[in-house]
C-alpha cells in the first residue's frame, strides 16, 4: 500500500514536471520560429510581413514568460499603435500568472521528489522501480490525452480555457492581432509538440532506470 501510494505521488509529480520542462522548451523563439516557416501555416489576414510577424510574436513570448515579473506590458507598438487592445494585454498577464504559479507548483514537486529520493536511496532496486513504473503510467495517461486532443480538440481548448481564465476574456476575433500572430493552428501544433516531449522525457526515464536496474542486478 505505501509503494502504491508512493507511485501515486510520483506519477502525480513525473506529470507536472515533465509539463513544465517541455512548456520551457515551447515557451523558446525557435518553436515560433519553426511554425511560422511551415509552409501550411497561416498567412496574416493583413499581409503582416513573416519577418515582423515573428517579432512581435517573440515579443510577445518574453512578456508572457514566469520569469517576467513586470506588471505591466512591455512596449509593443505596431506602426505608432499599441500591437494588442487592453483586453488581449489583460488577458496575456493571466497566462504569465497561470505559468508563474505554474512553476511554483513544480518546483514544490520538484522537492518532493527530491525528498522521495532521499528517503529512498539505500533501497535503489525500488527506486529505481517506482520511476520506471512512473513513466510507463504517464505514458498511458498521455496516449489518452493525445486522443483528446487529436479529436476532440476544440472541445479541450475550450474547457482549459474556461477552467483557468475568466469568462469572456479568452474569445477573440480572427483580425484581433493574438489570433493573427498565434492562430489555432499554432495552438493545435503546440499540443501535439507539448504531448511529444513529455513522451520523449518519460521514454528516457524508462531507458535510464532499466539501464541502472541491469546494472544493479549484475553487481549483485
Known sequence: MKQALILFIVVIANIVVS???????????????????KNNFPVDIFELPTNERFEFAKK???????????????PMDIQDKSLYTQKEINHLVDVRTLLQRFLIVSVIVTTALIGIFISKRKDFSTLAKIFNQSGLVTIGIIFFLSLGI????????????????PTGTWQYYETDMLIRLFPPEFWFDSAIALVGLVVAIQVLIILTTRLLLANDSLKG
Open 60 to 74: 510577445t513570448l518574453i512578456f508572457i514568460s514566469p520569469w517576467n515579473l513586470a506588471n505591466t506590458s512591455e
Open 19 to 37: 509539463l513544465q520542462l517541455s512548456l520551457l522548451l515551447l515557451l523558446q523563439p525557435s518553436w515560433i520560429k519553426y511554425e511560422y516557416t
Open 150 to 165: 487529436t479529436f476532440l480538440w476544440e472541445e479541450l481548448f475550450e474547457t482549459f480555457h474556461r477552467l483557468f481564465f
